[in-house]
């Protein structure tokens, strides 16, 4: 009897220990909630949005409260109360408007409270120190017009005294991001950006975008005069050798392909694959190099004929009937077989494979934005990553890709956008639309919200 008292007393001790441990780890414990902020913050602009998460994995979340505070004046922003334990995070938007909130340029402190369901209420506070900016950038323009053709490319100069997260040219809903360069030792920003093939006085809205630190937007409309200009129409009849020819090398390609007539496989090619193509495009145009890499108006192909220019409208014909339908981005020019390719300018090469309808290609990134393109290539001389020179081999001249002959298909991207070859091989064109706009920029006089160019009579208001 005395055994089986002291085992029950032990066990009981083991019992009410092990409760008391098991009380004090989850209703009792110590541990304060984790607060987590979507970015790093030190400036509020006009508005901002933040998300702000806060955890506790043991006994859960019981209140969180957002407030900012200005002056010794105090506006909540949001508050949360749990009425459940076992809430271990929750996520919540902030969104703060400096004008809704009254609250001026200066010091203010945002302040995250997180409390949680222990006996103890643990709490954690986090105290950040903030400035309110709500003035946006200003944005000073160099050039005072901006003629373009239809399909084209133009070059924009400004300065923005501040600094600022992001600045871009936008053309519709397009953004042409602008890179710093200095100019006679003064800080500018230049921007080159395309214009689309249909492009008219009435149906686009160009203008500079800034965005500071803060978050606060500038937006102003630039002037420009999109002159007329008409593309060529072409009627391409697609032969049933051609397409015996060609679809079996997309096939290897592309598994999607497979099953389908060759006709079938033709249309897709021409249309979903070619999409795809031109985002891929995209993607690898995004990173550039930020600063000038190329001189002087680029090279075109050494004794070639042009077989099709840039925006030419294809219809495509099969037995008499109408399949598919592109705009052709780009120039083509032939010469002889396997002919050499050269870098039209100097740069580094992102880009150098198989790119389905342009078969082997190499794309050339020129710095600031601007790249030259290649395609249709047979043998390929260079390697991702290698710095070229004008004039350098590049490669050779070849059928790869949707091409129906021997030829050299040359494109210049700007932005994200191809634009028509023809102007970059100018020197009077490159003299009057680039390096005209960045010689205007070391003459600008920058004073309080208006703009002065040494030369002209006149003088421009900022629109706000």
Excluded at 280 to 291: D, F, G, M
């Amino acid at each position: 009897m005395n055994k089986f008292l002291k085992y029950m007393s032990i066990f009981t001790a083991l019992v009410l220990v092990s409760g008391g441990i098991w009380f004090f780890l989850t209703y009792y414990e110590g541990e304060k909630p984790v607060i987590v902020i979507s970015e790093a913050l030190d400036l509020i602009g006009q508005e901002k949005t933040l998300d702000i998460t806060c955890t506790d994995k043991k006994c859960g979340l019981r209140h969180i409260k957002v407030t900012i505070t200005q002056d010794g004046k105090q506006h909540i922003l949001d508050t949360v109360d749990f009425s459940q334990r076992r809430i271990a995070e929750h996520t919540m938007t902030i969104e703060i408007n400096s004008r809704k909130l009254d609250l001026h340029d200066g010091k203010a402190t945002l302040d995250i409270l997180a409390v949680d369901y222990s006996l103890r209420k643990n709490k954690n506070i986090m105290n950040l120190n903030v400035t309110i900016d709500t003035i946006p950038p200003q944005i000073y323009p160099v050039s005072s017009s901006h003629n373009i053709n239809p399909g084209g490319s133009c070059t924009t100069v400004y300065k923005i005294p501040e600094k600022i997260s992001t600045t871009s040219v936008y053309v519709n809903g397009d953004h042409f991001p602008a890179y710093p360069v200095k100019l006679s030792g003064k800080l500018y920003y230049i921007c080159y950006f395309a214009i689309p093939t249909n492009a008219t006085n009435k149906n686009i809205k160009l203008g500079i975008m800034a965005r500071d630190k803060a978050g606060n937007i500038s937006t102003i409309s630039i002037p420009f005069h999109i002159r007329k200009k008409t593309f060529r129409k072409d009627n391409i009849h697609i032969s049933q050798n051609f397409l015996e020819r060609k679809i079996p090398e997309f096939r290897k390609m592309n598994d999607e392909l497979k099953g389908g007539t060759l006709l079938e496989s033709f249309i897709y090619i021409n249309e979903k694959l070619r999409a795809d193509n031109f985002e891929t495009i995209q993607s690898v145009c995004k990173k550039t190099e930020v600063k000038q890499l190329w001189h002087g108006a680029f090279l075109r192909m050494k004794n070639a004929a042009t077989m099709a220019k840039f925006g030419d409208r294809r219809t495509y014909y099969y037995k008499g009937k109408k399949i598919s339908k592109s705009i052709h981005m780009g120039v083509d020019l032939a010469s002889t077989k396997n002919a050499l390719i050269e870098a039209s300018n100097s740069g580094t090469v992102v880009f150098c494979g198989y790119l389905g309808i342009y078969g082997n290609a190499i794309i050339i990134d020129h710095g600031l934005g601007l790249f030259s393109f290649y395609a249709h290539l047979g043998m390929i001389n260079v390697k991702k990553g290698q710095p070229v020179e004008k004039g350098e081999p590049i490669g050779q001249s070849d059928t790869t890709g949707l091409a129906g002959g021997d030829h050299l298909h040359f494109g210049i991207f700007v932005g994200n956008r191809f634009a028509d070859p023809q102007e970059w091989w100018d020197p009077h064109w490159i003299r009057d639309n680039v390096e005209r706009k960045k010689e205007r920029g070391s003459r600008i006089k920058v004073k309080g919200t208006r703009y002065k160019v040494q030369g002209l009579r006149h003088c421009l208001t900022l629109i706000p």
